[in-house]
C-alpha cells in the first residue's frame, strides 16, 4: 500500500484533530501533496494542498483558517491539522501525491494519485 492515512475518529463541533498519511514506494519530497475529502453520497473535494517545500499551501474557502497542512519530507508524512470542527467537516479523508513540484490553487482529484484508504472523521453537533 502507497499511502497509510491515520488519525480520524469521533469528536463534537468546536474540537480540535490530526489526520496524517505516510507515504512510500516514491520520491515523494519532489512532489507537491494535497487532502480531499469525500462525505457519504458526494463527490471527492479538494482541502488543501502544499507544494513539495512546503513553502506553498492553498485550502478550500470552506477550511481556510481552521485547517493547517504541513509535511515532513525526512519522515515521508503528510499532516492535516482540523481546529473548530464543525459537522460539515465529517467525511472520509484521502491524501494523494501530484506529480508536480506545485499544483494549482484550486486542484481536482486527477492531479492527483496513490491515493491511500481514508481516515474517517465524524463532527456531532
Known amino acids: 500500500v502507497p499511502t497509510v492515512e491515520s488519525g480520524g475518529g469521533s469528536v463534537q463541533a468546536g474540537d480540535s484533530l490530526n489526520v496524517s498519511c505516510v507515504f512510500s514506494?516514491?520520491?515523494?519530497?519532489?512532489?507537491?501533496m494535497g487532502w480531499f475529502r469525500q462525505a457519504p453520497g458526494k463527490e471527492r473535494e479538494f482541502v488543501a494542498t502544499i507544494s513539495w517545500n512546503g513553502d506553498t499551501t492553498y485550502y478550500a474557502d470552506s477550511v481556510k483558517g481552521r485547517f493547517t497542512v504541513s509535511r515532513d519530507n525526512d519522515k515521508k508524512t503528510l499532516f492535516l491539522t482540523m481546529n473548530n470542527l464543525r459537522p460539515e467537516d465529517t467525511a472520509v479523508y484521502y491524501c494523494?501525491?501530484?506529480?508536480?513540484?506545485?499544483?494549482?490553487?484550486?486542484?481536482?482529484?486527477?492531479?492527483?494519485?496513490?491515493w491511500g484508504q481514508g481516515t474517517r472523521v465524524t463532527v456531532s453537533s
Open positions: 514506494g516514491r520520491t515523494w519530497r519532489s512532489y507537491a
Open positions: 494523494g501525491s501530484s506529480d508536480k513540484a506545485y499544483v494549482r490553487p484550486i486542484p481536482g482529484p486527477a492531479d492527483f494519485g496513490s
